[in-house]
C-alpha cells in the first residue's frame, strides 16, 4: 500500500507540483534541494476492512486516539425526516445531523411553512421534501425516507407516531412518549402492526458518560449501590409555551424533565422499582395553572437501593445524577444536559480520599441517539430504548402522580411489556454499539 | 405568519393526518376529540433576516439558549480542498466540516490513493475530485474549490503554499506555518502575488474560552498580568512518525506544541516580546536523534509582563495557560486541546477566596476556524491569523534557539511585516465573529 | 506606644546584646556598623481592647488576614470536665483543647482508669481531677470544673446528663442528644430544675461553611430554596462496637449520621417540617441485627422547599448538603465531616454558568462549639443549640421511625418546646458570635 | 483490661451515680431498669506503649482514622521562646503551639513591653519570662527555655541567631534564614561553636501534602519529571512594612516569597540546579523603591529536569506548585499557603484523562515543624532543614540576583556545606517523622 509520504522528499514533490511551483515564480530558491538520502519511512496509516486507522503515536502515559470516524457515504445512510421545528429540532437535532455517520436528513415537516422552507435551504434538503403536517402520505411516497423522527410537543405524539408507521416509516419519537400509558401502549401496538420499529429518544441511555456510569455500577467495582440522587432542575417563564399546557404537556416537570431522573435511575441499575412515594409543589403562579412546578419521588428498587428523585421547574438548573455504593460514590454532574457532563468518582486511596474526576471522549447525544436508530434499521435490530421502555416510564410516572395525590406508597407491577427475561433491562433492547 | 402549533388542536392534526391514520387502525379510539375550546397561543419561533429565532423560555437565572444555527445553504458556501488525509484531518478536519456553517469540503489531495478513495467516499467528495499530491492543477480547473486546506507535514507547507497559491486559490495552512521564517517570507509573497488570502490555522485563537480569557485579560477588569505561565506537554513514541524527522517537521516539540504557547501568549496580550531567554533538554533516545525534546523559555512583554512557557515531548499531556494579574488570576486547563477547555477565575470574594469556573458553550474549534477563513473569503476581509501572524512565530522560534544555544538573553526586534499600526495585533487582522 | 523595631537598627541590637553576641565570637564582623541615617518606621501593631490588631499589609485584592486570635488568659477560661474517653475525645475533642478560646479542660471520667490516667497525664489535667463514672460527686466538689461535656453512647446520655446537672454543672452533651423523646424531655426538665444550661453539641451550626450557607440561603440572594436534598453516608465494621447496640444507640444510621441532615435541613431554612415520608433498609448482615442500615426521608416544609435525605452505614462516605434554589444552587461537599468542606455555588453569569468555590477561613469546628458553650457560660446567654434543639429533632425522629413503618404521610406538629415566637429558629438561641 | 463500657448497663450506671442522680428527682422513673441478660462487650480502645489505640470500626471502602495523637505531658515537652511578636507570631505562631504535641511556649521577647504582655497572658507565659530584645541573657538564665524561635525581620536573623546561639539555646529561625550568604555561614558557625542545633523554619517540607508530592515525584511511579512550575505571587500594600525595606528584608518578593519557589523545587527533586537565568521586573510604584516587585527565574537541574519559577509582590495571590513527569502530572494548589493545599494527579485511566484529587488529613504546618525542632532536641537528631539547607537558598538566591543583573545563564557550583554525600538531599537531615 502506498503511502503519501514514504518515498517522498520535498524534491520529489517539487518534480510532481512543478508546473505549478513555477507558476508562482522563483519560491523554489528558498529550499534548496536536498541530498539524494532516501528519507526513513514514515507512517501514513491503513487501509482495512474499510477504514483507515493510524498506529498509536503516542507515549503509553496518554490516552491513544479514538480510531478516526468511519462515516457511511451519504448514498448508504438512513433518511430520516423531522416532524416538528421548534427549539430542540433548531438548536440541537438538525445540526446533529452533521456529526451523524449512518443518517442523513432529507425531509421536514412543520406547521409553519415560512420557517420549514428557510430551515430546508440551510440543511439543504430539497423542496419538495417539505411538508405541513400532513404530510405524512408524501412521506409515504418518498423512498428517501427510511425513518421520521418526531419532534411535536408530547400531546402530538400518540398521533404522529401513528401516522408516521402509518406511512410504512421507522419511527424515533421524543420523550416522553406520549401524554399516558394509554397513548403509549396505541403507539407501540401501531408500529408492531405496521411492521416499523419505535424507539423513544432517550439520549441520555447513548451518552457516553450516562454509559459509563452504568457501566461502573453495574461491573461491581465500587459494590453494591444503596443510595441513588437525581436531580433535574431548570427555571421557566413565557406562558405562551406549550410545556404549561396541559393537553400538548401532559404534565409539567415531571414528564419534561423529571422523566430523565427516573429514566435515568432505572437505566443504571436495569432493575424496575417496586413501590413510590411522592411530593408535588407548585407555587402560586400563573405559568403553573395547568401543570406542576416541582415533584419529589422515592423509588424501592428489589435488589436494596432506594433512589431520591427531584426535579422543578422552578430551580436554577442542576442535572445531577449520584450513586452512593458501599466502596465508593460516582457522581455525574450535568448528567442530564446536553453537554458538560462531568464524571467524579469518591473512593478511598490508602490513607486519603481520591476524587477522581475522568475525562471522556465527548460526543454529540443526538447524533448518537440518531445513529443507534440508523444502525438498528440497517442491522435490523430492536433499539436500545424501544416503546417498551417508554411505557413502562409512562406507567410509572401514573404512579408517582397517584402516590403525590394519596400521600401513601404505591407498589409498582412488573413491566406490562417486555422484550426479554433477564433478570436485567427487561424493556430494552441490546447494548448500543460504542461511540466513536 | 403561521406558527406550526397556534391554531392546532390534536383534532385538526387527525383531520388532517386522517386517511393515514385511518391506515393503522383504530388508534384514534384511545384519544376522544377534545372540546371545541380554541386553545390558547403556543409560541413556535420567529423567521426574520434569514434566521429562525425564538423568545427566551428560560427563566432569569438559567442562561438563555444561543440562537438556533443558521447555517448557509450549501450551494453558496465556500469549497475546500482538502490536502494531506494524515492523522489531523481524518480524526479532526474532515469531520469538522459537518459542524462548519459557511464552508464544505469538495476536493481532497492525497499521496495515498486507496486512502483518498474510501476517505471520498466517507465524506461525499466527487471522485473526480480526488487527486495526488500533483493535483493542484486540477484545483486550479475546479471552480467548486476556493480554498484550499493545507494539512501536510510542516516540511511540505510551503511548497504546498505556494502551489496553492500559484493554482489561484486562497489558502488556510496548518501550523506551524514552515520550517523557517525564509520560507513563511516566500509564502507570504506567493499569496500577495497571485492574489489570494492567506490564514495560518491558529484554531486557539478563534476558540471561544481561548477567546474569553484574552477578553477578560484585555477587558482590565483583573488589573495588569504580571505573569504568565503556558505549558503545553505531552508524551511520544512511533519512531516513524514525520514530527521526529526535522527535514519534514522543522524542530521537535518547540515549533509542534511549544509553538502554542508562544502564539497563546502573544494572542493573549496583543503585544510582541522584546526579549527572550531559552533551555532545550533531550534525553538520550533514538526518538530525539533529529528534534529536541524538551524547551523552557521566557519571554518578556513591553507593559510589564513576563511569560515562562513549556513544552515537551516526554511529558504526561498538560495544556494549561495561566495569567497572574494584579486583581485575580485566570486560568484555562486543556487550552490548547482539542476539547475539553477548563476557564477557572480566582479572585477574592469578601473574605474568601472564589475559584470560579465558567462554562462557556462548546464549539469545535476547527470549524469555527474554517468558518472564519470562509467569512474572510465571502467578505473579502483579513483573517485574524494571516500570514503575518505566523512569520513572526517563526521569528521568535529562531531567536528561541539562538537563545539555548548561547545561553544568553535574544534582543527581539519589532515584527517584519504587520497589517495595522495600533498599539495592539500587529501581526493580525479584524477580531473574528462571535461563534454561535 | 512603642513599636518592637521602629527605632531599632542592627547597631542597635548589637549594643543590647552585645554581652551575649561576644561570646559567640568575631561574628560581628560579617555585618559592619550601619550608617547612622535613621529608617523609617516599620509597623508592629496595636494594642487596644485587650487585642493586638495590625493594620491591613495586603493589596486590595488578596484577601485581609483575619485579626489576630485573643485567647481568654487561662485562668479566665471556663473550665470542662470530658465525660468518655472513646474515639470522638480522643481524636478529636480533647485535642480541640488546643484551639479554643474561652475553653480549658480540667477533668476527665472514665470507665477505664489506665486509659484516663494516660490521657490525664498527655493533656495536663491533674491526677486528683481523673475519675471513674461514679465520680460526678467530685466534680461538683471541684470548683475548676464549670461545664461538663458528655461524650458517652447516646444511651447513656440521659443518666450522664442528669448525673451532671445533679452536680450544679451547666452540660455540652453530644448528639444524638438522647435516645428517645422521653429522654430529652427528663434532661432539658433536669437541667431547668438545676439552674444549669444545657447545649446540645450540634458542631456544624457552629462550623463556619454550614453556617455561609445558612447565610447565602436566608438571606436571599439566590430567591427561595425549592429542592434541598442532604446525605450522610460511611461504611461500618467491627461489631462490638456501641453504634450497633440498640441500648446504646438507640438506632441505627438515623440518629448517629442522618441526624445531621435533618438537622442541617432544619437549621438551614431556620423553619420546621409539617409532614415526612421514608424508607427503610438493611441488609441481611449481623452487623444490622438491632439497628438500621439505610433510611431515606422527605420532609415538607411550610415555605415551599421539599428536603430529600438519604443516611447509610453501607455506602463509602459521603456528606452532601445541596439546596436547589430559583436563582442558584449550592452545594456544600463534606458539609457534615470534620474537615474538608468545599463550597460551591452555581449561578449564571451572562452567557456562561459559573461553578464559584469559595474557600472560607477554616477553623476547628469543636473548638467553636466548646467555646460557643464557654461564651454563653460567661455571658449568662441561651445556647444556639439548646436542649430543645435536640428534642425536637428526637420526636421528628420517631416520627420518621413511624413514617417508614406505616408507609404513609406523617403529619408534624410544631415544636413541642420553644425559646422565642419565631417565624423562625423556634428551637433555637441568638446566632453564635463569628468565627476568627 | 478494663474498658469503660464492657460490663456497664445503664443499671450499673445508675448505682454508681445514684446520690447524684436522685438529686434532680425522679428522672429515673423515665428509664425503666433493664432485663439481667449481660450486654454484649463494646470495644474501648487499648492502652499500648503509651499511647491508646482502637480497632478500626470503618468498612474497607473508608480510610480508618488515624491514631489519636499521643501528645508528650507538658512537663516533658521541649520549653520555646519565640523572638518577635509580628504578624506571623501572633496570627499562626503562638497559636499553632495549642496543637503541638512535644514543644510548649515559654518565653517571649518583643520590642513592644506592652503587646509582649497582652500576648504573655493570653497564652499563660509568665510574667517573669517575658523581655525585650535584650533579653538573651535572662533566657541563658531559664532552664524551661530549650530552644529559640526567632521570627524577627530577616535582616535582624543573623544577630538574634547569635543572640540565642550565645544563650546556649538550639535555634529555630524563619526563613530566608538570612540577608546574605555570608550572614548565614556566620549563623551556621556560630551555632556550631555554641553546639547548638540550627534549624530554619522551610514549613513546607513538614506539610503532609508537599511531602506527598516530593514521595510521588522520587518514588517515580509517574517517571522522570521534565518540567517544574513554581508560582508564588501576592499582592503588597502599607509602605510601612518591614518587607519592604531592603535592610530588614534582604531583598523584595525573591526572598519573602520566591523562597518558597526555590527552596520547593530542590526539596522535591533532593537535586540540586546547576544553572540558572533570571528576570527582574518592579513597576513605577513608591512600595519598590528598595525592593523588587516580579521575578521569573528557570533552574537546570543535573538529572534532566528544567524548573520554571514566578514570583510576585503584585499579582493576585497564587502558591502552585506542578510537575510535569513523563507519566503523569502532579499539582499542588496553594502549595506555599498556611492552609487549603489541594493535591491533584492528572494521569491516563484507560481511554480516558483522571484528574484525581487526593484529600489527605490537615495538619498545622507550624505545629509540625516546631515539633519537629522539638523532636531533633529531644532526639539529638539534625533538622531536616538544617541552617546548611538555607545557606544554600542564600547562595541560590545570589546567583539569581546576578542572572537578573547580567541576562546571561549563571552556572552554579555544588552545594557549599553539606551534611551528607548521598545523592539526594546533601544539605539536609534525615526526613521527619510523619504527621499524625
Known sequence: MPDDLTLLSRRTLMLAGGATLAAVGGAQGASPPQAAV?????????VENGRVTFPNWR???????????????????????VVGLGRLSLEEILPAFG?????????????????AKLVAA???VKPEAVHGYDGFAALARNPEVQAVYIVTPNGLHRDHVLAAAGAGKHVLCEKPMANSAAEARAMIDACATAGVKL???????????????????????YGKPKLIEAVNTQTMSLPEQWRLRRDLAGGGALP?????????????????????????????????????????????????????CNTSYGAHETR?????????AITLENAFAYEGQRLILNHREGRSEAREERALPVHNQFALEID????????????????EEGLQDQILMEAIYEAARTGGTVALKPPERTLQKGPLDLTRGPAPEDAG
Chains 1, 2, 3, 4 share one sequence.
Do not use: W
Open 256 to 308: 419534561d424533565i423529571g422523566l430523565y431522573c427516573l429514566n435515568g435511575v432505572r437505566a443504571l441499575l436495569g432493575e424496575e422499582p417496586v413501590a413510590v412515594q411522592a411530593q408535588i409543589r407548585s407555587p402560586e403562579d400563573p405559568l403553573y395553572r395547568e401543570v406542576e412546578e416541582t415533584v419529589a419521588f422515592t423509588l424501592r428498587f428489589p435488589s436494596g437501593a432506594l433512589a431520591q
Open 99 to 115: 456529526q451523524t455517520k449512518k443518517a442523513k436528513l432529507v425531509a421536514l415537516l412543520s406547521g409553519s411553512p415560512d420557517k
Open 199 to 221: 424507539m423513544i429518544a432517550y439520549r441520555c441511555q447513548y451518552e457516553t458518560h450516562n454509559r459509563e456510569v452504568t457501566r461502573l455500577v453495574r461491573g461491581g467495582q
Open 320 to 328: 445531577r445524577l449520584a450513586v452512593q455504593a458501599e466502596g465508593g
Open 122 to 124: 440551510q440543511y439543504g
Open 38 to 46: 532516501k528519507p526513513a519511512p514514515v507512517d501514513t496509516g491503513r
Open 372 to 387: 443507534h436508530m440508523a444502525t438498528c434499521i440497517l442491522e435490523d435490530r430492536s433499539p436500545r430504548t424501544p416503546g
Open 59 to 81: 507515549g503509553p502515559s496518554d490516552r491513544p486516539a479514538a480510531p478516526p470516524p468511519a462515516p457511511l457515504p451519504p448514498e448508504r445512510r438512513v433518511g430520516f425526516a
